[in-house]
């Protein structure tokens, strides 16, 4: 199975490591044992061993995941895919990669620049691709590029009873039979482990232009958001920070930024058609009432731009560094947005939660973020409590409770709330593809 | 179940018009009965009926499939969707529609056009969105918006129980539970029946821009095209047209286009941006050694151009009115394509077939349509055998059977070749949803 022993550890500092997510609060339990298969055989004869005793098969990455989809509940085997990192194959002129799944968003990136080609999908956190493909991550660019299920061409997975399937292939588009690349894409290790990703990516654009608007309320911020995609503008990435975000980072950073409702911008393309466009932008940004009003081709006002974004999170966990940070992930449809957040804030502040509220505009997801301590059953009952109201906020209004990732152990009483008569034929599928329950057990459903 | 008589018939007439898709060419069998439900509840109750008594139920666009998805080939029920035509809600500022299966892609745009929105999904015909949704169609403009698939938020579907349930939402995106959205669609009536499907629309662009682009050969006509994908440019259509079906169009319009492979181009947005990026594009274009090379934002040549490529089946169909036009459906990865279409020429060729090669090149998707008799047997080997070419030439080189028409009768042999593994898989989902075989038996598998 696994043919050098170094590649398997029973060691407690191992087991912990993979008994938790980057959020450290879902109630989790060490695997039994953290395997590092390095190739598809290995992984198909681990997964068959397992299958056949009834043991479970976690999938882990780098352990970003913010539902607890890496913990394994019910012990058994953690799989790091930290040997299966190699990119196997750039197709430039087809504008496609093959990847193993513990190869990450940034090795990729630096590798596909060679070529003049990059994936733009950016969750934030340096991830798997593996990871983010069972997750269905997105982050600032989807509004452009739409999530990581999008991205994936085909894949090799390997089943719960050790069989290999191909699905996909390396054309653009296919209507061959059923869609089981998107199927198991977002399906957190509970249907398959991957074992092979055809990923889908893009030409670097000559130019990027980054932009910045302050407005006076969220309404005009979220107003001026959608006018511009009501234009065809298609900015690669817009993000809103409310008012007490800036606050935040302000006192935080002791930066000055105008605490007020604030739109990031990232257009990108040929220069001279981006030079355009942002006349357009601008012009639009304005008469929805904005004040101040920057932008700029530099890539360091750039990087200072996303990273006072990064440091709205960094601010929010600086006031209790002791304790966790817990995020909501709802995403609603692109007008309830503006009154979401201010929905969001309220039941924050109404439970003297400071936060942070970070919005991908583009999309109607958006997060709020705050440090908890789980372990205070008060603390734990309030963090249950927002992300409650914000979640049936968000139900009631034609919204999901996932917008990127995904369900976990987190969010499974949402998805019978959020898709009560769909579950029961997920289940069938779950069923059909795992009798035994060996993949990730307990998530999800 | 069918609240009023005259939404049920059993003449000839009109079981034979529900027994044949736009091909005739695929061998098929009137429906026993046509049903024309005119809402949810009716449908449900149709459906529930007829899993009871084990009777096949074939839902029936506008019968604009090509790979005979609508004749029933086991009889039973073919469903009409006429009466179920209603645009449900336009939520303008959603960018967000709930339709009716029945509606039509020019219906839809019609009243989208009034919020200045548009759904760019553009199969040709004008097939309904349910249709669409089914076999995943996609066309021209696959290549900036993705195909049908992608435009699917969520829908409501009736299952082979009757029961009813609801996928996605009004959310942009999701990562709630397995993606059932994206399963349903594409699996051509064969898991569910759609009742209602909620669609991303889009804001109209400001401007269209049409250009052509005539090339000394296919190789350097593909590579221009390759290249303003690596530079990032998005036309939302960019359409090949080979030297053979040019000359077609010639002889049969009195036209006298330069016979040579010819790419056909839109780009659209902002008017200065997209004048900006057209100076690219013909750099590009030239640098690759284009020949004449024309661009205009007038509409009226917009309209001629596309009105060629349609005319290029009207040639191919003039050569012999009493015969049927067969049409490949391969999607190879972009590098493929170049040879793949000179390929399917030679093959053609080689059968002593006239025919015409349209390509979607931004997605590697291609069709070879040529005129045949499916009742002469040799005529029908012949197509066969230029099909399976084809097909087998797409498949060894990463490809896929199907690009946008699906699998129904025709393509269900090379569905086995190409996912042989992954389609007892398949069929386990199938199993799952349609235990007494009711929805649409005989297609796919």
């Not at 050790?162 to 290790?189: C, D, F, V």
């Not at 990031?264 to 009432?289: D, H, M, N, P, Y």
């Not at 209790?320 to 947005?337: G, R």
Request: with cysteine; charged share 25%; hydrophobic share 40%.
């Amino acid at each position: 199975m696994i043919r050098d022993p170094k590649r398997l550890s029973t060691s407690e500092a191992i087991r912990q490591q993979h008994g938790r997510d980057l959020t450290s609060y879902h109630a989790g339990r060490f695997p039994d044992v953290v395997l590092y298969p390095k190739d598809k055989e290995e992984l198909r004869e681990i997964i068959a061993y397992a299958n056949r005793i009834g043991c479970p098969i976690v999938p882990f990455g780098l352990g970003t995941s913010v539902e607890g989809q890496v913990v394994p509940v019910q012990g058994g085997i953690s799989l790091n895919f930290t040997h299966m990192n190699r990119i196997l194959e750039i197709r430039a002129d087809d504008f496609a990669v093959r990847v193993e799944p513990g190869v990450t968003r940034m090795q990729l990136n630096r590798e596909l620049k060679k070529y003049g080609l990059y994936f733009p999908i950016d969750p934030g956190v340096d991830a798997t691709l593996g990871g983010m493909a069972a997750t269905n991550a997105s982050g600032c660019s989807a509004v452009r590029y739409g999530s990581t299920r999008e991205q994936i061409l085909g894949m090799e997975a390997i089943l719960a009873d050790g069989s290999p399937i191909r699905t996909g292939s390396l054309a653009k588009k296919s209507s061959a039979g059923y869609n089981l690349t998107q199927l198991l894409a977002g399906s957190e290790g509970t249907l398959a482990v991957f074992a092979e990703l055809t990923l889908r990516v893009y030409g670097l654009p000559e130019t990027f232009l980054y932009a910045k608007a302050v407005f006076p309320d969220l309404q005009q911020a979220c107003k001026a958001a959608n006018r511009m995609l009501y234009r065809s503008i298609q900015p690669s990435k817009i993000e809103l920070v409310d008012a007490y975000t800036i606050q935040a980072i302000n006192s935080y950073k002791q930066t000055k930024y105008e605490e007020k409702p604030t739109l990031f911008l990232e257009l990108s393309g040929w220069k001279s058609a981006v030079t355009a466009e942002v006349e357009r932008v601008k012009e639009i940004i304005q008469e929805e009432g904005a004040g101040a009003w920057s932008h700029t081709f530099d890539e360091s006002f750039g990087e200072q731009l996303w990273d006072a974004r990064r440091h709205a999170a960094l601010a929010i966990a600086a006031l209790a560094p002791e304790k966790k940070l817990m995020t909501t992930d709802v995403c609603v449809p692109l007008s309830v947005l503006p009154e979401a957040v201010s929905f969001a804030r309220e039941v924050m502040q109404a439970e003297d939660l400071q936060g942070a509220i970070l919005g991908h505009i583009g999309d109607g997801n958006y997060h709020a973020v705050f440090p908890i301590d789980p372990s205070v059953p008060e603390e734990a009952a309030k963090a249950a409590k927002v992300n409650e109201r914000i979640v049936r906020f968000a139900l009631e209004r034609g919204g999901t409770c996932s917008g990127e990732h995904g369900i976990g152990l987190g969010k499974k009483q949402y998805l019978t709330e959020e898709h009560g008569d769909a579950v029961p034929w997920m289940k069938k599928i779950k069923e059909a593809f795992d009798p035994n329950h060996i993949l990730n057990p307990g998530k999800i459903f």
